[in-house]
């Protein structure tokens, strides 16, 4: 399931990222690296802030819905 459908709170496992090679290039570069665990911190919008590789990433839609969990 796509990261968006995950629960504040929770952590979870990246399984797999869809998307064009720069794409994914560029999700890895931020630490969404398949196997890492990241956690959704708050939901506003369908917009997420994600807790992963110590530090927050704010991620919009799109982007969060081309992250496995």
């Known amino acids: 399931m796509p990261l968006t459908m995950a629960q504040a709170g929770v952590e979870t496992t990246?399984?797999?990222?869809?998307?064009?090679?720069?794409?994914?290039?560029?999700?890895?570069?931020?630490?969404?690296?398949?196997?890492?665990?990241?956690?959704?911190?708050?939901?506003i919008g369908g917009n997420l802030i994600v807790h992963v590789k110590d530090t927050r990433v704010a991620l919009d839609v799109s982007m969060a819905n081309r992250i496995m969990i």
């Open 14 to 43: 990246v399984k797999k990222i869809n998307g064009k090679d720069e794409v994914r290039r560029h999700l890895e570069s931020l630490g969404f690296i398949e196997g890492s665990p990241v956690t959704v911190i708050s939901q």
